[in-house]
């Protein structure tokens, strides 16, 4: 982790807690309308044909594409699709249909996201730090 990656949670009410970290350097200009925008408390729900990603929609971000912007997502990625405006966590190693803008990366703990229901509130906050 450098220093320029923010660590984060991300809170599935009633199920636990997921860790994770903002990589700014990959999309500096969307993760950084994301942190602005913390804590965002959104529905969540998975993707509508699989539990392929858990996504957070009408996040209001509205960042367009940036250079690096991939097709090829891992499991664990944290992603904005600006086409949906959406933060989506990849549950699953995949090729997307469009390009989306990778902005972090869930740490441990993303098991958590197979219990979770549609609609289930989730929480994307800093972790607040210990100086």
């Known amino acids: 982790m450098s220093e320029a990656d923010v660590p984060i949670n991300i809170q599935l009410y009633g199920i636990g807690i997921l860790k994770a970290i903002m990589i700014r350097h990959i999309a500096p200009f969307t993760a950084d309308a994301v942190l602005d925008k913390l804590p965002i408390i959104l529905r969540g729900r998975f993707s509508f044909k ?33 086409k949906t405006d959406e933060i989506m966590i990849i ?41």
């Not at 539990?51 to 499991?75: C, H, M």
């Open 91 to 131: 549950l699953d190693s995949q090729v997307f249909p469009n390009k989306v803008n990778k902005i972090g990366e869930v740490l441990n703990n993303l098991d958590l996201v197979q219990k979770a229901r549609n609609g289930l509130n989730t929480k994307i906050f800093k972790i607040k730090s210990k100086n």
């Open 50 to 82: 699989s539990k392929r990603y858990w996504t957070i929609p009408d996040v209001k971000i509205f960042k367009g594409l940036n250079q690096s912007a991939t097709k090829e997502l891992i499991k664990g990625d944290i992603v904005y699709n600006p």
